[in-house]
């Protein structure tokens, strides 16, 4: 490893590390699953925490500012100034909301209580995405410490990721023209296959989210005296689903969830594959003799970042095993989450689903679908030679192996918006979310020497960013 790994480390270690634990402990959930956020003061109390350890780092004339505006989740910019002769403007992304707990954690473990196992750092947040204004602090300390060439680098950490970024483009045109041209935006929100390395995302999906409700009665009544006569609730909702998705395969079955699917992109996934021997059969938790779709690793990393899928992610209407009692319940409610590919419009995907769910309703039940403002899906621009050079070079002297590329399965909603307001800007979207992380559900984890790397990584590319702009 190198100089600069070794300073990084250490700073993060016994810097970073006891503010980090500090962050797991706030319950600054997302304004999705907190709607009384603002009075609750759990958001605020995370800001100021991130805000106050960055007014006591060392980067030279930085401004560290807390952005308010009127029914929006705050945000946290850090603007620090070129450095030792650095050229061109970067801007560095992260997000402070969590996710709220989201099922049971394993014996000792708690979404907000803080737990160190080996190089593991237990808790909600700490990888998606609590490490990240430490990450990008430490990459420009380094930088300055070594007497290494940066340029003007904006950190903007905002608070509504988790619920979409309703709140983002609102705080970017208050900034207005303070931010200038942006010659590279760095998302640290992203994920890995593997913890050897650094790893790049070229492309994410999108995501539609509806709530589908089926009314069959005003209240619930003996199973023994309608049942037989009065159609299921929950069997509606199944011919419903069934619309959307085959239930044999999976497959979706909708054609405004098609696309066509870029010839690099397969080739990527088919040298992954080579590479790696089916990176994603051993990434999940699965139970023993399950069987997973897709023929082969390069068709399950393709089904993983462009193929359209369905999960019913919650409900309502459905009491406990233990407390259900022998009632024909009056209605039904599920919570669908459709990952749309990556060049899908998620809103004329939406309303095509929408439709679908609602036209002639099974046995006359009332149907009521609702969605939110769709995720738009997003496919990363070629990187400049002078990037594609720096990201090898980042990757090698922070995980000692070249970087690889590959699409995600998730969404980050704004990265499509950002794409467009910085139109001419490169993009580097990288993360620590590598096997076993778990972000949004039980356990979740910060495997802390790939935030180390990945800290590093994105120091080197900075550098190479201020000689590029400067030549």
Known sequence: MSERFDLIEARFMNDALNELRRYVEIECLSPDFDPAWSSNGEIDRALELLASWARQRHLRDAQITVRTLQDRTPALLVEVPAFGG?????????????????????????????VQRG??????????????????????????????????CAILIEASEESGSPDLEAHLDDLGDQLGEVDLVVCLDSGALSYDR???????????????EVEVLDHGVHSGEASGVVPSSFRILRQLLDRLEDPETGEMLIPELDAHIPS?????ASHLSAEMGDPLAHHFPVVK????MGRDGAERLIRQSWSAALSVIGVDGIPSVAEGGNVLRASTTLKLSIRTPPSVDAQRAQDS?????????????????TGNHPAPGWVAPTPARWLADAL????????????NFVGE?????FLASLGKRFADAQFVVTGVLGPGSNAHGPDESLHLPTAVGVTTAVASVLAALARHAAS
């Open 264 to 268: 690099h992109h397969l080739a990527a």
């Open 119 to 152: 190089d593991l750092l237990f808790g909600r947040g700490t990888a998606d995405d609590g490490y990240s204004l430490f990450a990008a602090m430490l990459a420009l300390e380094s930088l300055q410490a070594m007497g290494t060439p940066h340029p003007r």
């Open 392 to 403: 090898a070079e980042a990757s090698e002297e922070a995980f000692g192996r070249s970087p």
């Open 289 to 292: 003799g399950l069987e997973l």
């Open 198 to 212: 650094l790893w790049v995302t070229t492309s994410l999906r999108g995501c539609v989210m509806l709530s589908v």
């Open 86 to 114: 650095g050229q061109g403007t970067a801007l560095l992304y992260g997000h402070l909301d969590k996710q709220p707990p989201l099922g049971d954690w394993s014996e000792g473990l708690g979404p907000f209580t803080p």
């Open 409 to 413: 399965g998730g969404s980050i909603p």
């Open 353 to 369: 689903l929408i439709a679908v769910l609602q036209a002639e309703p099974p046995s006359g039940a009332t149907v009521t679908v």
